[in-house]
């Protein structure tokens, strides 16, 4: 996935947001991040980026696409799994409306 252009960011929702929201304390809600990624045109490339980014780790923290640090754990080995060619398509399908767990 191309995560060197990140012209994007320029579109994201989260940006007013306040970090506590994105990223919120241990045992916190990510309901509000959810809210605001839900409205977001860059779901798509953000997650991209993160999952990249954290690779097989098993920490991950805040939110990314809408995907919440469980959602991104249980998909990392298919996304470790595919081409990196294929990454692209892949965060689209996870980031369309509707995609639980
Ligand atoms: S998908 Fe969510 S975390 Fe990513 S840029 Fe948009 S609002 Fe921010």
Redesign the pocket.
């Given at each position: 996935m191309d995560t060197e252009r990140q012209d994007w960011?320029m579109s994201?929702?989260?940006g007013p947001a306040d970090g506590g929201i994105?990223f919120p304390p241990p045992r916190g809600s990510y309901e509000p991040?959810r809210r605001?990624?839900a409205g977001?045109s860059?779901?798509a490339p953000?997650?991209g980026l993160a999952m990249d980014a954290e690779g097989g780790a098993s920490y991950r923290h805040g939110?990314?696409?809408?995907l919440d640090p469980r959602q991104r754990i249980l998909r990392a080995p298919q996304w470790l799994a595919v081409e990196p060619d294929q990454r692209a398509a892949l965060a689209k399908l996870w980031t369309q409306a509707g995609v639980k767990a």
């Open positions: 960011k994201a929702a989260c994105m991040a605001i990624c977001c860059v779901r953000c997650l939110m990314y696409g809408g």
